[in-house]
């Protein structure tokens, strides 16, 4: 069985690069090459033509990218055929050797966090996944199901803290004595990242969400939780920089390492990459991929 933290380190090692391409097909940006129809959402060609889109980003990243990151809203916009073809689109990351960490941002209580979390980390799960997102607003005990599945299976989790949104300092900010809240969440997530530490690389499989946009609070928030994975948005398109993104990162055998930097739209919708040219939309694709690769891998190796 995998440990999730020591998978992802270790593949981030092989490849120098720390990048994570998030899968957002918005339909009304898919590349001229793959549009069928009208692609509208309940349209029966849709799905069909965002799973051959991705399944061929899939194909262009293959060997450089250690992780890809689904967004589950954009695949339920669909209905049942996006889901059936998130499913699809999972079994071919997996296929090509990158972990699937599923952005669902999930976070409920009971019963309700035991079916979520059979749902993709358990080991007849019907929909796998690697790894998946968690909001802690309701309490760590909505967390502890996550928790158990993770750890019995050698599955992640990555728990919001700090976001890269403009509007997460309406409550992240908040300060609780003389911390912030993301901050407190960071501390009482101490524990349970202990538990989860990896046995070949002490990285844990218990991961955090902070924002390229934020430095600063990555670096408190590095201090508070040493060897947790952090899961980096922002990068790219958003404004962050590959040195903003790698802020909360520390040094590892081959440089700096800690965490995975997210792009979604500047490499999936890249300058010129709009064209039902194979051979042109190849090349767009490939320098968005190379671009992102060589700054990250620059930012993580000064």
Not at 25 to 30: Q, V, W
Not at 61 to 76: C, L, N, S, T
Not at 99 to 120: F, P
Not at 221 to 232: D, G, K, N, Q, S
Request: glycine share 12%; with cysteine; hydrophobic share 40%.
């Amino acid at each position: 069985m995998q440990h999730f933290g020591d998978a992802l380190i270790g593949r981030v090692r092989a490849l120098g690069n720390p990048l994570c391409l998030g899968l957002d097909p918005y339909l009304d940006k898919i590349p001229a090459l793959f549009r069928d129809g009208d692609m509208s959402p309940g349209n029966p060609l849709t799905a069909p033509a965002v799973e051959a889109f991705l399944k061929a980003m899939l194909d262009r990243a293959e060997g450089r990218v250690a992780v890809v990151k689904p967004q589950i809203a954009f695949f339920e916009r669909m209905g049942w055929r996006g889901m059936r073809m998130l499913d699809e689109v999972s079994a071919h990351a997996r296929r090509l050797g990158m972990l699937v960490l599923l952005d669902a941002k999930r976070g409920d209580i009971g019963s309700t966090a035991d079916a979520y979390a059979g749902a993709y980390l358990a080991a007849d799960a019907p929909m796998p996944s690697d790894a998946i997102t968690l909001n802690p607003y309701l309490g760590r005990d909505t967390l502890q199901p996550f928790f158990t599945t993770a750890k019995a299976n050698g599955r992640g989790l990555f728990i919001l803290v700090k976001t890269s949104n403009p509007g997460s300092g309406d409550y992240q900010d908040l300060k609780i004595g003389n911390r912030s809240l993301a901050e407190t969440v960071a501390d009482s997530l101490s524990q349970m990242s202990g538990e989860m530490e990896g046995p070949e690389t002490g990285w844990s499989s218990l991961g955090i969400v902070v924002g390229a946009t934020y430095p600063g609070e990555a670096e408190r928030i590095r201090e508070i939780l040493p060897r947790t994975i952090f899961l980096v948005p922002g990068y790219g398109a958003q404004g962050g920089s590959a040195a903003d993104a790698v802020n909360g990162f520390v040094k590892g055998p081959n440089g700096l390492e800690g965490g995975i930097v997210n792009s979604s739209r500047g490499i999936l919708y890249p300058a010129g990459a709009d064209t039902d040219s194979a051979a042109v939309w190849e090349k767009a694709v490939d320098a968005a991929i190379g671009k992102a690769v060589n700054e990250l891998g620059e930012a993580v190796s000064a």
